[in-house]
């Protein structure tokens, strides 16, 4: 239970079916072209949070009627082996996107797994050729949860032209990309972009300047009424596991203390049910958006 009311939340769920919405529309059309999207995902090893997201994967392709295949290979698998499996996918003209779930175990060189994949199929947006291609104005496809973050700002009619954005957390999946979606010359972005992180000083006052804080920094319940202004919108993207006694014996929360915030946010994405679903549908897009591109569809 939290005490945030009802209308504060901006809940993924409706955004989620809007772009599901959309790309049954796309499927169609591809479907009249001839072309059924697949994508394959890679697991290696057994986390557990990434077992939970590679089965919403592939359930969400399952929903849409796009192609799906998780391999799954052993926590010892070796780096030559696993990219010997990429290579294979990435001349397979049936299969559009391939996904290796990050993280992958410490004896794989990960930089040199997201290279080895056909950045025409890189439906993460991690290849240094998509990054590039993102960074500078001219993307191939969008980072899935930062894509999805701005699709929410979007469906909910939070402007970001001109407002001060503070993203904390400067991952390669979220924080680094979020903060260049948001800096593009472009209606949808056009935001003045402020980074901090674990070295930054002062956190707290320049969190509290923020129109929106995207909080990514994977660390259950930081941000608290000290950090936060009134009227600022929170975008929350931890997905923190804590131990609580329930079935499972842990409960999932953000990195924002909902409790200590929920006076001060103009709106907030609760945890659950916030920036998670987007994600996945943010994927499903891009694996609809590389089939087009590489079978040389083009959307009306
Ligand atoms: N691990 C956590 N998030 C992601 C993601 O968006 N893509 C991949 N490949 N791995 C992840």
Redesign the pocket.
Known sequence: MHSVPEEKLLKGKPVSEHVYNRLGEQLSFLKSNNVTPKLTVILVGEDPA?QV?VRRKGKACEKLGILSETITLPAETSEETLLARIQELNTDDSNHGI?????LPSHIDENRVIRAINPAKDV?C?HPQNVGLLVSGNPYVL???PAGIMEMLDYYNIPTSGKHVVVAGRSN?VGKPMANLLVQKNNRANATVTVVHSRTQNMAELTKQADILIAAIGKPRFFTAEHISNGTVVVDVGINRIDADTEKGYKLVGDVDLDSVSTLVEKITPVPGGVGPM?IAM?MQNTVLAAAAQENVVFP
């Open positions: 990434s997201y996904l290796v779930q990050l993280p993460d991690f980072p899935c949860t999946i994600t994927l």
